[in-house]
Structure formats: C-alpha cells, structure tokens
C-alpha cells in the first residue's frame, strides 16, 4: 500500500461526518503520477506521485527551487508534460495540444501571487472577467460576482478600481476571481502573502468552505505558517523531489494517540511524527483475530475504527474492549514475549499497524535523541 | 460567450488612463489628417486637371490620339468634326480650341504666369455649368473675355471683370467671370471666343490658321446611342490622328496620366502610403506600450482559460476603438485643412463621403493592423510565467 493511499483511508475515516458522497471523495481529482521534467539539461522534477482528492487543502512547501511552482504549473496545464502523467478531472494532460489545455484551464481556479488585475476594471468587473468564460448570463454573472466579493469582505469595494484599494483587498479581489466560478480545483501561489491575519483567515475559511461544500480541491504554494492550522496534507518537495506527504489531520491524531502509550510518553512531536508516519492502516472486518495467544509479537495496534476485544483464551475472561483512540500490542514487543491474550475485531474495524522494526526504532530514535540532549547539557558545562 | 454581454475590457483598457488615451488619439487623428492631406493633394490634381472636362457638356469627345492631358498642345484637323458629323448617330459636333496665355499685360505690366486659354464659338451650347452658359453671349463681342474668379491670385487683380490687358498684342476687355478654378500647371481659366481666339493668335503675314487645328472635339449623341459603342465604331471609321471616348474613359485617363507618368502623382501616392505606414508605427508604438504594461494581466486571462483568439479579438476591438476616436478628431481638422489649402493653392480639396471613407478604412486597417502586430507580444507570453 502506497503512503499516498494510506492517507487517503486515513482521510476518508475522517470524513464520515461530512454530507456528501464518500465516493465523489475516492476518486482523486488530480493524479500524477512518474512525472519528471527538465528545463534544458536541467531535471527539476524526478519522477513525483501524488494524489489529489476533493476537499483537499494541500499545502506545498519546499525550498526555492524545489521544484513546487513548476508542479503546480504542470498541475495546472500550464505546460506541456514532458514525462509520466498527470490526470486533471478524468483528463489525461499528456499529449494535449495547447486549445485543448486552454480549454481545461477554463475549469481550475488559480491564484498568483500577484493579483495581475485589470486595473481599467472595476472589481466587480475583474471577477465578471472570469465568470464569463463559463457563462454569458450577465445578471447571474453580477449576482455571483458580487456574493463571492462579499464572502472575502469586500461589500463595501465592488466597484472600485485596482488602484482605489490596499494591496490585500486587491489579493482579495484575485481570490474572488478565481473562486467565483466554483472550480474544483484551485492552484494558489502564496494567496495570503498580502493579506492581514483576518482576512488570510477569511480566505482560507472561504477555500475550506468550498472543500467542504463543493470538494473543491486546493493546492496551496505558501510559506505562510498561518495556513498550516487550515492544511489538511503537507506535501514537501526537495531539490524536485516529493520527499514528504503527510495528512495533517489524521497525523496530529495519530501523534495524540502515540503520545499516551507509555512507551512514547515524552517524545517530541517530531519524533511521534516520524513514528506515525510508518503506521499502516489495516481494514479489519468483524470476526477477525488480529493476532491469537502465544503468538510471536510483530506489530504494535492503534484502534483507528471500530473496536477489538481482548480475551484471555486460558480463562476465557474479556479483558478489555477497545475503542477508537487504544493502543494494544506494545507489551510483547518490549518483553520479547510471546502475546498473553488473543485480540478479535468485534465491530468493523480500521487498525493503524505499526512493525516490530518500526516500533524498535521509534524506540532508538527516542533513545538517540535523549543521548542527544545529554550531549547538549554535557556541553553546556 | 455572447460578445454583447461580455465586460468591455477593450474599451476599458483604452480610456482608462485619461492621458494616454489622449497622447494615443492626438497621434492617430495625426497619421489620419496626414492620410487625409496626401489623399487631398493626390486627388486634388486630379480633380482640378479635369475640371474643364467635367464643365462640358459632352456624351463623347473627340481628341488627338498624342493627347494624354488637358495641357493645350496637341490639336488635330478640324475637318475630323465635319466628317463625324455626317454620321447619323451624331446630333451636334463643336470645336474647342485651346491654348497657353503666356502673358497678360495691364497697365504695362507683364505677366508671365500661366492661363489657360479656352476658346468656343459663343453660339455653341457648350458647357453645362449654367453660369457660362447665361454669360457666354457676351463674347460675342469681339476681343472680351470671361475669366475664372478662382484665378489663382498671382495677376494682383489685374485680371478680373473689367479689366483690360494686352493678349497677343490686342487690347481684350473681361467682360465677366466665371467659376472653374485652377490645377496644378495652370493658374487659371480664360474664355474667348473663336473669333478673338484668331485675332489673338494668328500671325500676321502667316498662313496658320489656329482655327482648323481643334484642341477638343464636344460630340452629342442620338437618344439611345450607346457612347462608348460608337466611340469605338467612329474612331474606326477616321483617320489615326483623332480617337473618340466618353469624358468618363477621358478622365480615367488623366488620373492615369498623373498617377503613372507624373512624379508629383507618385511623389503624394507614396504620401498616403508613408502616412498610412507613419500612423501604423504611432498606434503601434501606443498599444505595444500598453500591452507591455498590462503583460501580467494578459498572461493572467491565457491562465485563466482565455484563448489567444480572444486576445485577438480584444486587439481588434481596441484597433477599432482608437481609429474611430482618432478619425472623429482627425477628420473634422482635415476637413478645415483642405479648406485652408483650397484657398491657398485654389486647386479643388473635397472630403467626398466616398473619400472620407477611404480614409476611415485606411486609418481603421491601420489602427487594427497595429494592435494584431502589438498583440503579438501578449500572445507569445507564457502564462505559467504568471506563478
């Protein structure tokens, strides 16, 4: 199972509260897949994977030069791809000619870090500017405008000129026009560059609120820290390289879980990240025994879904029933001895898996970093 | 997308800046009124070397076959006239003489300037401007004139109704005027008749007769003859020193004759195409420079999902929008400055509806032409540089 899939499960168990068709959020909305791309002799993509699914909010982060613009460009049907493939909405990138991307294009929402209005246009008229290549209906065209001017504060600015505003409603402005059509995909360049802490959070509650509503899907390009409470994946990409994909949700849980087995108590938050993120999800259906007495101890449990019983086949007594959030497993990984209860699945259950190699250098890792702090306190006499 | 209901971004972009706009149109009604001025002089020759044509009232002429202007020089036998009268289809035949006044003398005074001397018998109903015509009569007097009050003022006066001057050594009386105008040889018209045209010019002691050698031949038609069919049947029917056409196929000619064999017909031809050239390079450097301002912008709409045929179609409209601008301003100053060259060259400066037109394509083949050639720079521009 890829890393990008077991985000992808961890991301739907997380979703089962949202009202709409689970399925509509299975299907990715964008998948690239071995993409390599070369500026002249230079390679600056090497063969990245990723997924997109709807009502993402991804963020991309990496440093310059990393290769993230040139994604989101690729993304974007903004370039021809050279190598691999990128599926955008069911199309395949690869091989279209440029009316045909011009055509795709139509269908995403970008926003740049500079707003690049029209500054002969009203605001009103820049966001028309964008509705229009969907629809020629003038007064739904101004209606529509005008809602999505208001959702990003700007009642009061509709018909002001480029020139008449700050430099954040201005980015509102390019916000709006790339909202405004209800794209289900959005591409943004630093959207929150320019804008105050309210108004960055108006613009990220609005992208949320279309991820929520619509699925709308959106890769974010930014360095600004603010976006992080909003993000629901971070991609980091090094030297073209995609070298981290976490779901930043289903992570904090999973770090606030480890954080309790007394194994962990303690850790970093890093250490925990990096912990969970060699946990394997594992769909479980009810009946089934996760492992029996007496067997040799591979894996450490987390109930992810679902709940797991724990019996004692001598006794027969039911020693515990699990739920969303326990851990069980880690005791016969540290002992070294052999399991001294049987667990079954009772309800329909997803269980985060962690191996025994994994949990050993969880545990060196820790070990490492305590031998670290020793060093630093050495020193510091 | 319905065009009608779209945001008028071309219009919007070409008023936005107040200032620009106005440098922009300033230069454009510039290229128009420069088109408009060569187009005025080119046609202005023409148009005044075939005044005199036009005056007569004529269904065929009958000239020299060496004639290829309306420059008095080249006459042929008067007796081609009588043997076109004999054929049926011809109503009426009367003889134009023509011929250079050199010299007018008033006062003592000589002047060497140039008149064109127009002589008919006074009897002949030969012009159709009604001014003529009712003055005409007049010279049956012997040794009067009628002169052309569009003279093109270099006699200080000294010829116009009443004066008296000097024409080939005989006192001639101007006896009234008339309005023609002058072209770009001569500077005037002068009307005599047959019998003081003889005075005038013949030599004493000579056998020339100046009145057997016809400068014009002026042919009415039987009703329902066709003239240009005739013309060819007579021509065929006489010698090879007259030919026969209509004063359309006569006019066709001179404009030929000035725009092929003339350096001055070339040399304000070249005029409009240096001007239509000169207005292209303005309203291009004016919307390449708008263009490069508004690079971000335009990469943004090829972004966003606008193709390049809509970048197109904005460069057009916008084309469109500063030529329409320009020839509002640049038209009404053409028309006052044709009336200013009127007056000063006395040569005839018409903003023809038909000649407006001209330069209103022109000027929006120009305008559109420069905003494709300055779109290009939009069109090339990647829109992935926009991230």
Same mark, same amino acid.
């Given at each position: 199972?890829?890393?990008?899939?077991?985000?992808?499960?961890?991301?739907?168990?997380?979703?089962?509260?949202?009202?709409?068709?689970?399925?509509?959020?299975?299907?990715?909305?964008? !998948?690239?897949?071995?993409?390599?791309?070369?500026?002249?002799?230079?390679?600056?993509?090497?063969?990245?994977?990723?997924?997109?699914? #709807?009502?993402?909010?991804?963020?991309?982060?990496?440093?310059?030069?990393?290769?993230?613009?040139?994604?989101?460009?690729?993304?974007?049907?903004?370039?021809?791809?050279?190598?691999?493939?990128?599926?955008?909405?069911?199309?395949?990138?690869?091989?279209?000619?440029? #009316?045909?991307?011009?055509?795709?294009?139509? $269908?995403? $929402?970008?926003?740049?870090?500079?707003?690049?209005?029209?500054?002969?246009?009203?605001?009103?008229?820049?966001?028309?500017?964008?509705?229009?290549?969907?629809?020629?209906?003038?007064?739904?065209?101004?209606?529509?405008?005008?809602?999505?001017?208001?959702?990003?504060?700007?009642?009061?600015?509709?018909?002001? !000129?480029?020139?008449?505003?700050?430099?954040?409603?201005?980015?509102?402005?390019?916000?709006?026009?790339?909202?405004?059509?209800?794209?289900?995909?959005?591409?943004?360049?630093?959207?929150?560059?320019?804008?105050?802490?309210?108004?960055?959070?108006?613009?990220?509650?609005?992208?949320?609120?279309?991820?929520?509503?619509?699925?709308?899907?959106?890769?974010?390009?930014?360095?600004?820290?603010?976006?992080?409470?909003?993000?629901?994946?971070?991609?980091?990409?090094?030297?073209?390289?995609?070298?981290?994909?976490?779901?930043? $949700?289903?992570?904090?849980?999973?770090?606030?879980?480890?954080? !309790?087995?007394? #194994?962990?108590?303690?850790?970093?938050?890093?250490?925990?990240?990096?912990?969970?993120?060699?946990?394997?999800?594992?769909?479980?259906?009810? $009946?089934?025994?996760?492992?029996?007495?007496?067997?040799?101890?591979?894996?450490?449990?987390?109930?992810?879904?679902?709940?797991?019983?724990?019996?004692?086949?001598?006794?027969?007594?039911?020693? #515990?029933?699990?739920?969303?959030?326990?851990?069980?497993?880690?005791?016969?990984?540290?002992?070294?001895?052999?399991?001294?209860?049987?667990?079954?699945?009772?309800?329909?259950?997803?269980?985060?898996?962690?191996?025994?190699?994994?949990?050993?250098?969880?545990?060196?890792?820790?070990?490492?970093?305590?031998?670290?702090?020793?060093?630093?306190?050495?020193?510091?006499? | 997308?319905?065009?009608?209901?779209?945001?008028?971004?071309?219009?919007?972009?070409?008023?936005?800046?107040?200032?620009?706009?106005?440098?922009?149109?300033?230069?454009?009604?510039?290229?128009?009124?420069?088109?408009?001025?060569? &187009?005025?002089?080119?046609?202005?020759?023409?148009?005044?070397?075939?005044?005199?044509?036009?005056?007569?009232?004529?269904?065929?002429?009958?000239?020299?076959?060496?004639?290829?202007?309306?420059?008095?020089?080249?006459?042929?036998?008067?007796?081609?006239?009588?043997? %076109?009268?004999?054929?049926?289809?011809?109503?009426?035949?009367?003889?134009?003489?023509?011929?250079?006044?050199?010299?007018?003398?008033?006062?003592?005074?000589?002047?060497?300037?140039?008149?064109?001397?127009?002589?008919?018998?006074? %009897?002949?109903?030969?012009?159709? &401007?009604?001014?003529?015509?009712?003055?005409?009569?007049?010279?049956?007097?012997?040794?009067?004139?009628?002169?052309?009050?569009?003279?093109?003022?270099?006699?200080?006066?000294?010829?116009?109704?009443?004066?008296?001057?000097?024409?080939?050594?005989?006192?001639?009386?101007?006896?009234?005027?008339?309005?023609?105008?002058?072209?770009?040889?001569?500077?005037?018209?002068?009307?005599?008749?047959?019998?003081?045209?003889?005075?005038?010019?013949?030599?004493?002691?000579?056998?020339?007769?100046?009145?057997?050698?016809?400068?014009?031949?002026?042919?009415?038609?039987?009703?329902?003859?066709?003239?240009?069919?005739?013309?060819?049947?007579?021509?065929?029917? &006489?010698?090879?020193?007259?030919?026969?056409?209509?004063?359309?196929?006569?006019?066709?000619?001179?404009?030929?004759?000035?725009?092929?064999?003339?350096?001055?017909?070339?040399?304000?031809?070249?005029?409009?195409?240096?001007?239509?050239?000169?207005?292209?390079?303005?309203?291009?450097?004016?919307?390449?420079?708008?263009?490069?301002?508004?690079?971000?912008?335009?990469?943004?709409?090829?972004?966003?999902?606008?193709?390049?045929?809509?970048?197109?179609?904005?460069?057009?409209?916008?084309?469109?929008?500063?030529?329409? &601008?320009?020839?509002?301003?640049?038209?009404?100053?053409?028309?006052?400055?044709?009336?200013?060259?009127?007056?000063?060259?006395?040569?005839?400066?018409?903003?023809?509806?038909?000649?407006?037109?001209?330069?209103?394509?022109?000027?929006?083949?120009?305008?559109?032409?420069?905003?494709?050639?300055?779109?290009?720079? %939009?069109?090339?521009?990647?829109?992935?540089?926009?991230?």
């Amino acid at each position: 199972m890829s890393r990008t899939e077991t985000n992808r499960l961890g991301t739907l168990t997380l979703r089962v509260g949202l009202k709409l068709p689970t399925e509509a959020f299975l299907v990715p909305v964008v !998948k690239v897949q071995g993409v390599c791309h070369d500026f002249g002799a230079t390679r600056v993509l090497h063969d990245v994977d990723l997924d997109l699914f #709807a009502g993402d909010i991804v963020l991309m982060t990496g440093p310059s030069g990393s290769g993230k613009t040139t994604l989101l460009t690729l993304i974007g049907a903004l370039r021809s791809l050279q190598t691999g493939s990128i599926v955008v909405r069911n199309r395949e990138l690869r091989g279209l000619d440029e #009316a045909e991307r011009v055509e795709l294009r139509r $269908g995403l $929402g970008f926003i740049f870090q500079g707003h690049n209005l029209f500054e002969s246009l009203t605001a009103l008229q820049n966001v028309r500017l964008a509705l229009e290549l969907h629809s020629n209906n003038r007064q739904a065209n101004e209606q529509r405008a005008r809602e999505i001017l208001e959702a990003v504060g700007l009642r009061e600015h509709l018909d002001k !000129k480029p020139e008449a505003l700050s430099g954040g409603q201005r980015q509102r402005v390019a916000v709006a026009r790339a909202l405004a059509p209800r794209p289900p995909l959005v591409l943004a360049d630093e959207p929150t560059a320019a804008l105050d802490a309210k108004t960055g959070s108006q613009v990220i509650n609005l992208l949320k609120q279309l991820g929520k509503e619509q699925g709308t899907a959106t890769v974010l390009v930014t360095h600004d820290n603010r976006v992080l409470q909003a993000a629901d994946r971070i991609i980091n990409m090094v030297d073209g390289r995609l070298v981290s994909d976490v779901a930043v $949700g289903e992570s904090l849980e999973i770090c606030e879980f480890l954080s !309790k087995v007394p #194994a962990f108590v303690g850790y970093t938050p890093g250490a925990l990240a990096e912990i969970a993120e060699h946990m394997q999800p594992r769909n479980l259906p009810s $009946g089934t025994t996760v492992f029996h007495q007496g067997d040799v101890a591979q894996d450490f449990f987390i109930v992810w879904q679902g709940s797991v019983l724990i019996r004692n086949d001598d006794t027969g007594e039911e020693l #515990a029933r699990l739920e969303p959030g326990a851990f069980f497993g880690e005791v016969a990984l540290l002992s070294g001895q052999p399991r001294n209860a049987t667990a079954v699945v009772v309800d329909d259950a997803v269980l985060l898996t962690l191996g025994k190699e994994d949990f050993e250098a969880g545990l060196q890792r820790e070990k490492n970093f305590r031998d670290q702090l020793r060093e630093v306190f050495y020193n510091r006499q | 997308m319905a065009l009608g209901n779209a945001t008028p971004l071309a219009w919007m972009s070409l008023i936005h800046d107040r200032r620009r706009l106005l440098a922009s149109v300033a230069g454009v009604a510039f290229a128009v009124l420069l088109m408009a001025t060569e &187009l005025g002089f080119l046609n202005a020759i023409y148009d005044s070397s075939t005044l005199v044509i036009d005056a007569l009232d004529a269904e065929l002429l009958m000239i020299s076959p060496l004639k290829d202007d309306f420059n008095p020089s080249k006459p042929f036998p008067r007796r081609r006239l009588e043997q %076109a009268r004999g054929f049926p289809e011809v109503t009426a035949v009367y003889p134009l003489w023509l011929s250079r006044l050199t010299s007018w003398s008033t006062h003592g005074a000589i002047k060497r300037d140039l008149v064109r001397l127009l002589a008919f018998d006074p %009897a002949d109903p030969i012009f159709k &401007l009604p001014e003529i015509a009712a003055k005409q009569h007049l010279l049956r007097a012997p040794d009067t004139a009628l002169v052309d009050r569009r003279i093109r003022d270099t006699y200080g006066g000294g010829l116009r109704s009443g004066a008296v001057g000097e024409l080939g050594g005989r006192r001639v009386k101007v006896v009234g005027d008339f309005e023609l105008g002058p072209d770009l040889q001569l500077n005037a018209n002068m009307l005599v008749s047959d019998l003081t045209f003889h005075r005038s010019l013949a030599v004493p002691g000579s056998n020339d007769q100046p009145l057997e050698r016809v400068e014009i031949g002026v042919l009415r038609l039987a009703e329902g003859v066709d003239p240009e069919t005739f013309a060819t049947r007579l021509a065929k029917s &006489l010698p090879d020193d007259v030919r026969c056409l209509t004063p359309r196929q006569f006019r066709r000619e001179i404009h030929l004759f000035w725009t092929r064999h003339q350096p001055v017909g070339a040399v304000f031809g070249i005029g409009l195409v240096v001007g239509f050239f000169i207005g292209l390079m303005i309203c291009y450097q004016v919307l390449f420079t708008d263009i490069v301002d508004q690079l971000p912008q335009f990469a943004t709409l090829k972004a966003i999902g606008y193709s390049n045929g809509y970048l197109i179609q904005l460069a057009v409209r916008r084309g469109l929008y500063l030529a329409i &601008l320009a020839l509002i301003v640049g038209l009404p100053v053409a028309l006052f400055t044709y009336r200013l060259l009127a007056g000063l060259t006395g040569l005839q400066f018409a903003l023809t509806p038909a000649r407006a037109a001209i330069v209103a394509t022109a000027s929006l083949m120009m305008c559109v032409a420069a905003s494709l050639l300055a779109t290009r720079k %939009a069109i090339d521009t990647d829109p992935a540089e926009v991230f």
